[in-house]
Nanobody, 117 residues
Framework: QVQLVESGGGLVQAGGSLRLSCAASGSIFRLNAMGWYRQAPGKQRELVATITSGRSTNYADSVKGRFTISRDNAKNTVALQMNSLKPEDTAVYYC???????????WGQGTQVTVSS
């Protein structure tokens, strides 16, 4: 079984930075892509960034050039470095691991990011 635990959220001013971290337990981390999602109240959950097992990355247009996703397979962690934060980045951020071959879709508990004007 897989468990994901996010940390690093908080309150920052616009233009500031935060680094989120997700620690994964289980044996399937290394062979699967990881993603960060976010959800604001009243809005649908949206994909922020993904990173494959080979460390190829993709970003939502809204965060390109500002956010960086990375992973450390030896430590079973994935991070999201968020720079130049904007109020519209305010949301609960979730770490996700999808393992469709074994019917797995794993989520962390979420960490709140609040960006003030």
């Amino acid at each position: 079984q897989v468990q994901l635990v996010e940390s690093g959220g908080g309150l920052v001013q616009a233009g500031g930075s935060l680094r989120l971290s997700c620690a994964a337990s289980g044996s399937i981390f290394r062979l699967n892509a990881m993603g960060w999602y976010r959800q604001a109240p009243g809005k649908q959950r949206e994909l922020v960034a993904t990173i494959t097992s080979g460390r190829s990355t993709n970003y939502a247009d809204s965060v390109k050039g500002r956010f960086t996703i990375s992973r450390d397979n030896a430590k079973n962690t994935v991070a999201l470095q968020m720079n130049s934060l904007k109020p519209e980045d305010t949301a609960v951020y979730y770490c996700n691991l999808k393992a469709p071959l074994v019917g797995g879709d794993y989520w962390g508990q979420g960490t709140q990011v609040t960006v003030s004007s």
